[in-house]
Structure formats: C-alpha cells, structure tokens
C-alpha cells in the first residue's frame, strides 16, 4: 500500500468519523426535544434535565452503536499512528 493509499483510507476514516459524530448529534439534539417536551415537573433543574436525557440517550439503541464504533474507529486510528 503507497503513502497516498494510506492517507485516502485515513481520509475516509475521518470522514466516517464525521459523519457517525454528526448523526450522534441529530439523535442527542432528538433526544432532548423529546425530554422538554414530555417532561414536566417543578423540581426540573438543568443538571437532573441532562441526566435525563443521558439516562434516555444510554437506552437509546442506534446512539450506542454509533458510541461503540467512533470508539473503535478512534481506537484504531490511534494505533495505525502509532
């Protein structure tokens, strides 16, 4: 594999990266449209409001795996640096 093979793959890795970042973004910004407007109570204060959503955010299937494989995808671009 040539120097510029290796760059194109790390280039779409990123990439991918990016965009599995993005989509965990859309889902956490969901998620918390969901938790205001659903939850209503008088002892609601900002720090319990992200622990809610937090808690509803680690049920949530699709974000874990895109946690779990921007994880692996951080972990294997540390070790091909290496």
């Keep these: 594999m040539s120097h510029d093979d290796v760059e194109g793959v790390a280039g779409q890795g990123e990439q991918d990266l990016s965009e599995m970042r993005q989509r965990m973004a859309v889902i956490k ?9 659903k939850w209503v109570t008088p002892y609601r204060t900002p720090a319990v ?5 937090q808690a509803r955010l680690a049920s949530h299937e699709e974000y874990r795996s895109l946690q779990d494989r921007v994880r692996d995808a951080q972990a294997a671009q540390s070790s091909a640096a290496e």
């Design 49 to 53: 409001f992200d622990l809610k959503v």
């Design 29 to 37: 910004e969901e998620v918390t449209a969901e938790v205001e407007e």
